[in-house]
């Protein structure tokens, strides 16, 4: 018998371009320069619970897979 993996991920990726968050924000609150990573993540916290069907175990990397 094989030996079976002891998890099987699955991945589904939404990519969010930040200048258009930003132009985004500015359009609808004047003008918002983000001070950091947290407050563009703080921003799109709502969509990603959509797109996702909620926050529980979702890992947010930068475009070069790394962790924010």
Known sequence: ???????????KT????VPSIIQD???S????EPRSVDDVLE?????VAED????SGLIFQ???GEEL
């Open 1 to 11: 018998m094989n030996k079976l993996p002891e998890r099987i991920n699955v991945i």
């Open 14 to 17: 939404i990519t969010y371009h």
């Open 25 to 27: 924000m500015n359009l």
């Open 29 to 32: 609150h004047g003008d918002w």
């Open 43 to 47: 921003f799109i916290e709502e969509w």
């Open 52 to 55: 996702f069907g909620g926050l």
């Open 62 to 64: 930068d475009e070069n």
